[in-house]
DNA sequence: AGATTGTTTTGAATCGTCTCAAAGACTCGG
DNA sequence: CCGAGTCTTTGAGACGATTCAAAACAATCT
């Protein structure tokens, strides 16, 4: 209720309100006694001062608005916390939206950070072409796009999913494997398009005859990928895959789960291996192989991208950055199989 | 760049501004010929209202802070998605700040949110005293704390960790187990504490001799829990525990892991339980059995607590929610053991 | 027509801070 | 002691929306 204003702390101080606001912005060009006056004055009454009216003011907010897909899954939340980390070193603020994969959500978020006028925002997209955020753009909101493609409105930053994909499938396939699933999510979802392409295009390139077989889910869980494991474990073990390529690790640990409740050995009986390297994939009772995305730097990247637009948005050219992913071997795919 | 404001809008639908205003917030009051001419202005000028003004004008803001201890631990996410449900509701946000269990990091988000003079903040605190929370409460900013007890200056909510931990420990002794071990971290946090001295009340009221053995791992995290199991299962079988009672689901996670690294069968050769009922506990390839919180209603309240004061500051007296824990039974610690 | 009542619309004041041109205070050489 | 430079400090507008007393307008009744 106490929330004191500029005003008064130029009151107790003597001085004006112009060299309050000096001191708080540019002490150095204030003599050193007012400004300890000044900064006494601030000690005893508390004054915090408010950045609503800064931002008023001068018309550029510090904040970035960060929409992800999924904030249960960790993979986004390491996304975030890199983007924080930078945001810290511009005493900038990161705000976490989470859309849930649901347009409505995102959309009232995008509205909301819109409404705040936040710097700029990073946005994993639920659906790629989005109206709402070509709208945006166009009213002048900065944005990044965090995996997904660019139209050359905004930056982006990504992943290669396709090569990921590709990179999986040869793993499973070098490891003497000739009948693979990939258990995946709805083919809307970009990334899943791209890795399931990209572990067709192994399965392709393979002299062998392999074999892919392809399930899909509604939603990148791990409830998910333990219905898919349920149902490819009551399978008879010569229908069976023998190795799983999973559309994430939330899938891969419900997967897995579902081949030690019926007593199938990972890696012996079917190999697993997922994608993002989420820090529980290596906790996992049986260590899981996975892609490993640079998850931090993903939002290291977005946000510098956007803060140098904002910086200078004149002589600022729109750029995607892409990524490689990186294979990580761990015990769920490390057998070698005989085919 | 090109934001319009109320002014323009105004002026293209040849009203006042005092009327644009008025269609934005009271529709209802202006007369529906002039409420649609302002409506078509602001579709062919692209309008967005700007919060910002709106805030400082109104002196009331529409965010809510939300400070956690660990944004990694699935626990806090959905605390998070809890309290975000119900400020969904009533047309706010919450932004979610990590103070990664760093003191100098939780003041800068305090600072950070009392600056944008947010509605209230919601927070675990690093600390059980915290001259800052109060001096934010002191100067008027409305604060709940989560999983932290009160000091009589603001609402909490928490769960009744002490007898968490002693139910905890009462199922161990129930199944036979003669040799505990907590695998907990510093006694400074509060919860760890707690935890504790349940299981310590437990095994206290056990008849037979039951042991409690202590270890402490300077964060809660599942690299710690790994750590500690990797020395347990170095050690010979009649020296080791038999269960395990880890102050997390992170822990627990890491700890069980090392006993599978080591060929330890769980929970034949040792039981193991967990701390949170996060959703990865229960998709561990063995399941794990926890002491389960509330956690998205811990959330959910904590907000709600919020709202009201904000409501109606005056005749709010402060309270302390507290919930019970609830025990989840699954395969790492099912076994009944004949000592 | 004039009075009365009710409905819409107006526009000036306000929220707390920043900015910047201009005024004030000091210093120093001549 | 004056005048030309430096430093400091001042104070009057913004910024964009909300509020509210008052004005304008409309409808109804004598």
């Given at each position: 209720m106490a929330t004191r204003n500029i005003k008064e702390v130029a009151q107790l101080a003597r001085v004006s309100v112009g060299t309050v606001?000096?001191?708080?912005?540019?002490?150095?060009?204030?003599?050193?006694?007012?400004?300890?006056?000044?900064?006494?004055?601030?000690?005893?009454?508390?004054?915090?001062?408010?950045?609503?009216?800064?931002?008023?003011?001068?018309?550029?907010s510090r904040t970035v608005g960060l929409v992800v897909l999924d904030v249960s899954n960790p993979f986004f939340v390491d996304v975030a916390q890199g983007a924080e980390s930078v945001a810290d070193d511009h005493d900038s603020m990161v705000?976490?939206?989470?859309?849930?994969?649901?347009?409505?959500?995102?959309?009232?978020?995008?509205?909301?950070?819109?409404?705040?006028r936040v710097m700029g925002i990073?946005?994993?997209?639920?659906?790629?072409?989005?109206?709402?955020?070509?709208e945006l753009i166009a009213r002048g909101t900065p944005v990044v796009l965090v995996d997904s493609p660019a139209t050359g409105l905004q930056c982006s930053v990504a992943v290669d999913d396709?090569?990921?994909?590709?990179?999986?499938?040869?793993?499973?396939?070098?490891?003497?494997?000739?009948?693979i699933m990939f258990v995946g999510g709805p083919m809307s979802i970009k990334q899943v398009a791209d890795r399931h392409a990209g572990v067709?295009?192994?399965?392709?390139?393979?002299?062998?005859?392999?074999e892919l077989l392809t399930s899909s889910a509604p939603t990148l869980t791990v409830a998910e990928g333990r219905a898919i494991g349920e149902r490819v474990a009551a399978q008879p073990p010569d229908?069976?895959?023998?190795?799983?390529?999973?559309?994430?690790?939330?899938?891969?640990?419900?997967?897995?789960?579902?081949?030690?409740?019926?007593g199938l050995r990972v890696p012996e009986d079917l190999a697993i291996i997922g994608y993002d390297d989420i820090d529980f994939?290596?906790?996992?009772?049986?260590?899981?192989?996975?892609?490993?995305?640079?998850?931090?730097?993903?939002?290291?990247t977005a946000i510098e991208l956007l803060l140098e637009e904002v910086a200078e948005p004149e002589q600022h050219r729109h750029r995607q950055v892409i990524f490689q992913p990186d294979l990580v071997i761990r015990e769920s795919s490390a057998l070698r199989r005989d085919s």
């Open positions: 606001s000096n001191v708080l912005n540019r002490p150095e060009i204030v003599s050193p006694a007012t400004r300890e006056r000044v900064f006494e004055a601030i000690k005893k009454l508390g004054f915090v001062r408010n950045e609503v009216a800064r931002h008023l003011r001068v018309g550029r705000v976490l939206c989470n859309s849930a994969g649901d347009t409505g959500r995102e959309r009232r978020h995008l509205d909301q950070l819109e409404q705040q990073l946005i994993t997209p639920v659906e790629t072409e989005s109206p709402w955020v070509e396709r090569l990921g994909g590709q990179i999986a499938g040869a793993h499973l396939i070098e490891r003497g494997h000739r009948r067709t295009s192994a399965v392709a390139a393979a002299d062998g005859a392999v229908e069976r895959p023998t190795a799983a390529f999973c559309a994430n690790d939330m899938m891969a640990l419900g997967f897995l789960q579902a081949m030690a409740s019926h994939a290596a906790a996992a009772a049986v260590p899981l192989s996975s892609v490993r995305q640079p998850r931090e730097l993903l939002g290291r």
